[in-house]
């Protein structure tokens, strides 16, 4: 689910203030005349689901919204204050009145069942209503899509507005040079030249959420876009083949933090590929990023790659006609050697279909055959991971021998993106795994919920709205059996849900990519390199991205030059004998769930008769050193000793704690240096 970035959708959901079917929107908004339907009271659900199609949960759930939700099934049931559940099967468990006692949370004067308590309706009437889209114009009604978290539908500019309508979306995507635009979740608008090919087209029922600056349009759904194009539109722009000496290379990857190029970062609002080429003309690269950015440098971020050119889809502000990157995603261009000659061109434009926009692509072969000492870099996986692969080549007499190779993971593999924060499957904190228990004691249900909410935004985990939902507002003190094992079951099924953004993505995509012959990257290896980059030698004579705890009246951190294990300084936390505690340095970083890390540093310290300790924490395994190896007491002095914690990764990410502490008696320098964190497997 920008680096170190897990976008979270924290924006609140339009309410829709619906509370009977006849408070739907007016007929003329509708494709057909709303429809009424019959309460049928509380009915117990069971995990398999009694309504088991086109769940949602939102935070404007009512009735009336659940039923536009389930047009075309025959009942439909609310529950848990937020959730919808459709199908066409009576339900047969009736529970008595008063289980169903959430209130709705787009209505609190009614209710939406309740933990494993559906609130349960019969439509009276087929229902076959769906929001109809009003004429914008200069564009097209081409339907509603599903969209893609987090790389997206349409991968252009991005903007999200408390008075989000249709008109705003359409000029803010036209001003800008795209030809298509799509509007989500009530208040989200999205810019495109083309749709990403795994968006498919659904009911427009599902596109049912209205816009936040007019509740007479319909702004698409969670994940839903009502998308509109430019009748027959050709172009939305492309890359230039080559431009002041430089080739066009591919889309690349970037990080906010560890820039690709590093050299020059220049932006303006009129940004084109000839003022970029121009500033990074005495530089091998230079790239263009979020349609003003520009970037310069010699050499390439180890920790760059190559990235799908549907990724790099944002059209320069100061040329729409040109393609100009990405968030987080650069259009590189490499120096061509001077003596080459180059007259080939291509463009990536996006055309218009029937129902759905499509991307073509063209390429002009170069009239003369040539060759060109320019060398595209591309980071391989991890020479661990077997992969199988098959290779074409080809070639004709107007350009370039071409190979195309084509790798399979042997297994699904972590799909993840930069900044996306997750858990492996079965990875969540262990106060949350303690809810999948059937045994557990209806008395703890309350206190193990509480704690499992609690973990869920520790350890540098940000709160994830649609997890927290899924956490009742109040659980009695003593419940029943059925009613602990029914919230227990509820909020254990609602975070493992892919709805609640928890759990962290696996696929077996194959991934195919087109080289020049001889310039197929070697890959670059993964296993025992040190994450840190350095950062845990303090040679820059600052704590660099680790984090100083809030206690230096107990133990003091600086970095000294004074006994350096390597390099020219080290990091001393002097324990300072003041009424026992100590004090720690933390670090944040992403890391691939179920590979195994080695986290490592070494250690020299001045007065074993200290009472100090010395321990390493791994967040969220919530992982340490065991009591008797934190003690310093056997340590000798002034001789360099290691600590280090093996753990397999149950996350994306990874919070590293080093601590020094200690009881009253007498202080002690504790010198730190070489701090590592390597992936093992």
Known sequence: ??????????????????????????????????????????????????????????HDMTAARCALNCAGYDYFGTQYSSECFCGSDTPTDPAPAGDCNMACSG??????????????????????????????????????????????????????????????????????????????????????????????????????????????????????????????SVGGGSNVETVGGFRYASCWTDDVNDRALKAVDWRTDDMTVEKCADRCMGYS?????????????????????????????????????????????????????????????????????????????????????????STVVSISPSTSSSTTSSTSTSSTSQGPELTTITSCPPEPTYDGHTGERCYRPGGLPAACRTLASSTLNSRSVGSSATACKAALTRYGMTPVPAASACFPTSIPVVPSSAVAASIRSSIHDCINAPTASLICNYNADCQTKTYTVGQVPSPTPSLGVDLLGGDGTFESGTLGDWVLGASPHLTSTTVTTVNPRSGSRSLLMRYLNVNGGGNSITYNMFIIPGRQYEFNLYYRHTNPAAATSLYLYVYPDILQTDFSTAQLHDAPANVWGTRTITFTAVASWAQLVVNVGGNTGQPNDVYIDDITLKRLT
């Not at 019959?38 to 398999?48: A, K, Q, R, V, Y």
């Not at 999200?160 to 795209?178: P, R």
Request: with cysteine.
């Open 285 to 373: 690269y230079f790239g263009l990023e979020y349609s003003r950015e520009c970037f310069c440098g010699n050499e390439l971020a180890h920790r760059s790659t190559s990235a799908p050119e549907k990724e790099c889809a944002m059209l320069c502000m100061g040329n729409p006609s040109q393609l100009c990157g990405g968030g987080s995603r650069l259009n590189l261009y490499t120096r061509v050697a001077a003596s080459t000659s180059v007259s080939s061109s291509s463009s990536t434009t996006a055309t218009a279909s029937s129902d759905i926009i499509t991307s073509s692509s063209t390429a002009a072969p170069s009239s003369t055959s040539s060759t060109t000492s």
């Open 1 to 58: 689910m920008g680096s170190f970035l897990f976008k979270l959708r924290c924006l609140p959901l339009a309410a829709l203030f619906l509370t009977t079917a006849s408070a739907l929107p007016a007929e003329n908004n509708l494709r057909t005349r709303a429809t009424s339907f019959t309460s049928l009271g509380c009915f117990i659900d069971s995990p398999s689901r009694i309504l088991p199609n086109k769940v949602i949960s939102t």
């Open 107 to 232: 209505n609190p004067d009614e209710q939406c069942g309740a933990g494993m308590r559906l609130n349960v309706y019969k439509f009276d009437t087929a229902p076959t209503t769906a929001p109809m889209a009003p004429p914008i114009s200069g564009f097209e009604f081409k339907g509603c899509y599903t969209d893609n978290f987090p790389e997206r539908a349409l991968a252009g500019k991005t903007v999200a507005t408390d008075d989000m309508t249709l008109e705003k979306c359409a000029n803010i995507c036209q001003v800008a040079g795209y030809p298509a635009f799509g509007v989500e979740y009530a208040s989200e608008c999205f810019c495109g030249t083309s749709l990403d090919t795994r968006s498919t087209k659904v009911p427009e029922v599902e596109c049912s959420m209205t816009c936040k600056g007019d509740g007479t349009q319909y702004c698409g759904g969670p994940n839903r876009l009502n998308v509109y194009q430019v009748p027959s």
